[in-house]
């Protein structure tokens, strides 16, 4: 076999194979034998038809077809490997020559992987938020802990902002009550925004027993979106009852003491999810300025894969579980079909840029991924994922997804990699130590780095 390679351009090349007809002869054999399987004639037991018979019963042509068909993907395979090309996707095969007895030539384009140069990036420079936490910081902290262990009791009067109200609720649409329009001992807290719009108004001023009529346009159900004519009825009002702000409230609610103990509690905690927000920020900082110093070409093909891949999960996962179609969510988001298909290119094409610079940077820094990497890897997709690790862990390996995980891993050791060799200074302009951070930013790059690659198809 012979193989020559043509670049179209920097993500596509297109490879030219001629094979000599007794590299064929196995996948010959193999097609007889098919053959020989699949029909019968007369005056010869199955399968031991010679090949004679068969190219005079069926045509010389139906063999060489099936021949071919099981001998491309292994000659274009050993085309690949020997120009040590990294392909994405599948190729598109033409079979410019077929001579009985001769050859078989054939050309296969395909896309690749881009050759990328990594630049010194050890000059990126960041800016991300200073880690503040004001005393108002803790006293909303507290404050939200509080409410967790507000008390309620039934009272006899009308119902004001805050209360909890227990409801009965029929929604009809065009005078007709939806089948899924009616519930009871609806339990809601006025002033929450956790029912539908309008619900406040209707209720307050109802005593139990009360009951209203409003219009709102229903946000779930079977008929989302559409304008409801609902009728509210209160069966019970209850006053919530905030517990005092002392040493016994920090007793209950937490393993402190004393209120002092459980707000400078309160503090670290802060503290700590802002270093948190502050690592990840730097993160994705530090990649936006790795990108703009690559350039990095994106194959056509897998951008298009890429963009109708994100909008199938968009329109068929996501607004599907919440009852929502496409046009209604460009509504609700105030964008135009165009500005979506702009967004979600541009989405596209950072996450495919993201994927490849990465995946040279682990090659260039000789990034290995342990089995205790993985490990913590895998817990925390099992986490995000909703399944416990050991039925994660067996849809990974039954799906053949141990690569990817490996791959997410290593690409999170890679931006940490250069998120330590950058200057990370606070908008107080003092450099910041991310060493305390690094396994975790590491990791939940990983993580982030994760849904970008369950979306771009990989070779």
Not at 428 to 439: A, K, Q
Request: proline share 3%; hydrophobic share 40%; aromatic share 4%.
């Amino acid at each position: 076999m012979k193989s020559a390679v043509e670049t179209l351009n920097p993500t596509r090349v297109r490879l030219t194979v001629e094979v000599p007809f007794e590299e064929l002869k196995d996948s010959l054999d193999a097609a007889y034998k098919k053959i020989n399987q699949q029909v019968t004639v007369k005056g010869f037991r199955k399968g031991k038809i010679p090949a004679r018979i068969i190219d005079q019963r069926f045509g010389r042509g139906a063999v060489l077809e099936e021949a071919v068909n099981d001998a491309l993907p292994k000659f274009y395979t050993e085309a690949v490997n020997e120009a040590e090309l990294n392909v994405l996707g599948q190729p598109e095969v033409d079979i410019t020559e077929l001579k009985d007895g001769e050859t078989l030539n054939f050309t296969a384009e395909v896309d690749i992987r881009p050759a990328i140069e990594i630049p010194d990036y050890s000059g990126i420079e960041v800016e991300v938020d200073a880690i503040e936490v004001s005393d108002e910081d803790v006293e909303k902290a507290v404050s939200d802990l509080r409410e967790r262990f507000a008390s309620t009791s039934p009272v006899e009067r009308a119902a004001q902002d805050d209360d909890v109200v227990t409801l009965d609720l029929e929604a009809k649409v065009d005078g007709e009550i939806l089948e899924d329009g009616v519930a009871s001992g609806v339990s809601y807290t006025i002033g929450s925004g956790e029912l539908l719009d309008g619900i406040d108004e209707a209720v307050k001023g109802l005593e139990a027993g009360g009951e209203a009529t409003f219009t709102s346009e229903l946000k779930g159900g079977s008929a989302t979106g559409k304008e409801a004519e609902v009728t509210v009825k209160v069966t019970q009002v209850a006053a919530r009852e905030l517990p005092e702000l002392d040493d016994e409230f920090a007793q209950l609610a937490s393993e402190f003491d004393t209120l002092d103990e459980l707000k400078a509690d309160s503090r670290k905690r802060l503290e700590n999810m802002k270093q948190f927000d502050q690592a990840t920020q730097a993160q994705e900082r530090v990649l936006e300025k790795l990108l703009e110093l690559v350039e990095v070409p994106v194959p056509e093909k897998l951008l298009e894969d890429e963009i109708n891949t994100r909008k199938h999960n968009l329109e068929h996962h996501q607004l599907g579980q919440m009852g929502l179609d496409l046009a209604k969510y460009l509504e609700i988001q105030g964008k135009t079909e165009e500005e979506f298909d702009a967004e979600t290119k541009e989405a596209a094409v950072k996450g495919i840029k993201t994927q490849f610079v990465l995946d040279e940077l682990v090659n260039k820094e000789k990034l290995n991924v342990n089995q205790e990497e993985l490990t913590e890897h895998l817990m925390r997709r099992a986490a995000s994922s909703g399944m416990s690790p050991d039925q994660f862990a067996q849809a990974v390996v039954e799906g053949g997804q141990v690569p990817m995980l490996v791959g997410e891993v290593a690409r999170g050791k890679a931006l940490a990699v250069v998120v330590e060799a950058a200057t990370v200074k606070d908008t107080n302009g003092e450099v910041v130590d991310l060493d305390d951070e690094e396994d975790e930013t590491a990791a939940t790059a990983g993580d982030s780095e994760a849904a970008e690659a369950e979306e771009t198809p990989e070779a």
